[in-house]
């Protein structure tokens, strides 16, 4: 759902799937758990690696996230991504979850021996696109070499904290149309960022003197690599209300982090 730029709360998707203790979810549970959130989920099986490939490739380039069983049916993992023989995924049993895989390694991890009613094993491929039935505003693109940025070190609270820099970059300015297109009189919010880091990171330091320069430029930064990944807008006349949005996460940022004096009598003691 992150990667069709819509957030749910994952107890919300726990709560109508009802997945077991110890089975944990199958397809049935996750179809129906798509539904409930606008979403059908199809079920395709292929025998031959080549065709279940191609059919993945396929879905990935209409931008669908594909679901798919790993590890014996015993593993759900997502695949996101297709660029040049390679496969960006998603994969909770992973740190940092973003994965990338090459075909032989997603292959051997996808395939499964599933048995006939004549007693024979067969290989198999099981995959189960996410076709939305909502109006899509933003699609994430995890290219291969972002995947690879997320998974730095360094990086490591961008990734942990995505949904919360998502939440709110939605919540301030808006991504491209579905048509790929930007809407008339809108500029790209990366682009806004790069405008005016400097004079956000001078005032809140400013106003804020234990707060590390470096510091907020990497969270402003960190806002900069969301808005790109999902290709985010803003009205070009509302770009006084984005400075106000931006400053105010700013600013309790640092409060959250290094704390405040009283202010105006806030705080002390009547």
């Known amino acids: 759902m992150v990667a069709l730029g819509k957030l749910v709360d994952e107890s919300a998707i726990s ?39 191609a059919t993945l490739v396929r879905h990935l380039s209409l931008k669908r996230p594909v679901i798919i069983c790993v ?8 695949v996101v991504r297709h660029e040049e023989g390679r496969f960006v995924v998603i994969d909770s049993k992973n740190a940092p ?29 099981d995959l189960h696109p996410v076709k939305p039935q909502f109006r899509i505003d933003a699609k994430a ?15 490591a609270d961008l990734a942990e904290h995505w949904d919360d820099y998502l939440s709110d970059l939605l919540d301030i300015c808006r991504p491209r149309t579905a048509s790929g297109r930007a809407p008339r009189n809108a500029m ?3 682009l806004f960022l ?14 804020h003197g234990d707060i590390n320069p470096e510091a907020v430029t990497r969270l402003l930064r960190n806002f900069q690599f969301v808005a ?6 803003i009205p070009i006349a509302g770009q006084d209300q984005v400075l106000v949005d931006l400053s105010m996460l700013l600013g309790m940022w640092a409060a959250a982090g ?3 004096d009283s202010m105006y009598g806030a705080g002390e003691d009547s």
Not at 71 to 78: K, L, P, V
């Open 141 to 155: 693109q995890f290219s291969v070499e972002r995947a690879y940025f997320l998974r730095r070190q360094e990086n």
């Open 15 to 53: 709560h109508v799937a009802h997945p077991h203790w110890w089975a944990g979810t199958n397809e049935v549970k996750l179809a129906r758990a798509a539904r409930a959130f606008e979403c059908d989920l199809p079920f395709i099986r292929r025998e031959c690696p080549e065709k279940a490939q």
């Open 258 to 260: 290094h704390g405040i």
């Open 71 to 78: 590890d014996d049916w015993g593993h759900w993992i997502t």
């Open 188 to 190: 790209p919010m990366s």
């Open 194 to 207: 790069r405008q005016h880091a400097e004079m956000l990171v001078g005032r809140l330091t400013y106003w």
């Open 97 to 125: 979850v973003l994965q990338v895989l090459t075909w032989p390694q997603l292959r051997r991890r996808w395939r499964y021996y599933d048995e006939t009613d004549w007693g024979e094993f067969v290989p198999v491929y």
């Open 228 to 233: 790109e990944t999902y290709a985010m807008q």
